[in-house]
């Protein structure tokens, strides 16, 4: 299993430009998350989305769009890239139950650094 | 309101032991949480906690919760330089099927 992946892994936007983000899991998750990450503020949750079709806003939505088509899929959009949007983005996804044994695991993927002019 | 806070900084010297604090506002807690994130990479779990517990050991990890006081704490036994990370904080309330909130992660230097 690849666990989660995303891509691409690195970007430089001109302010203005618009890009999708691509986040893939072969775990069958129902749950699925972007989180921006900027230094001295942890991780910050954009946006979610708890099953095929469903998306939720999360504590930083403005400026971004996201898509849950696919239930293995997620994507994050930048329709119109500014500057503050310059972090590290990562993607992470989880059971929607507590499996015997075990808590609510996120997995994290490795992260896109993007970085905006 | 949920808050999750640590310190950001930690520096310890090799071989000592490491204790990483947190605390927490919200009561209804059912799931406390520590993740480790090495340069340049996402976050992993380390290991967790359920409210009703006080203690969980896994080799040289000890967490200890106080619910009383809303304070987590992660300490690591023999520190070494591969420990060096972020090491985040969070929680999970009621029924589990909401995000998980982060502290915004306290960094630690393991001096050789």
């Known amino acids: 299993n690849a666990g989660v992946t995303q891509t691409p892994k690195f970007r430089v936007l001109k302010t203005g430009q618009s890009m999708t983000l691509l986040c893939a899991q072969d775990m069958n998750h129902e749950y699925m998350y972007w989180y921006r990450q900027d230094p001295g503020m942890g991780l910050r949750l954009i946006h979610y989305?708890?099953?095929?079709?469903?998306?939720a806003k999360g504590e930083v939505p403005d400026g971004y769009n996201v898509s849950r088509l696919k239930k293995q899929n997620f994507l994050l959009g930048l329709e119109s890239a500014a500057p503050s949007q310059t972090s590290v983005y990562f993607c992470?996804?989880?059971?929607?139950?507590?499996?015997?044994?075990?808590?609510?695991?996120?997995?994290f993927g490795p992260g896109t650094r993007l970085t905006v002019t | 309101g949920e808050d999750v806070e640590q310190s950001l900084f930690l520096s310890v010297r090799e071989g000592d032991s490491s204790v990483i604090n947190c605390t927490y506002t919200d009561s209804s807690s059912t799931y406390l949480y520590w993740y480790k994130q090495e340069p340049g990479a996402g976050l992993q779990l380390l290991t967790y906690?359920?409210?009703?517990?006080d203690m969980k050991q896994d080799q040289r990890l000890t967490v200890l919760l106080n619910k009383k006081d809303k304070h987590l704490s992660l300490r690591i036994a023999d520190t070494q330089t591969g420990d060096s990370a972020i090491y985040f904080c969070?929680?999970?309330?009621?029924?589990?099927?909401?995000?998980?909130?982060f502290g915004k992660g306290t960094r630690l230097s393991v001096i050789a």
């Open positions: 992470a996804s989880s059971y929607s139950e507590r499996l015997p044994g075990l808590g609510y695991e996120q997995y």
């Open positions: 989305s708890v099953g095929e079709g469903t998306t």
């Open positions: 969070a929680e999970i309330m009621n029924s589990g099927n909401t995000p998980l909130v």
């Open positions: 906690i359920f409210s009703n517990m």
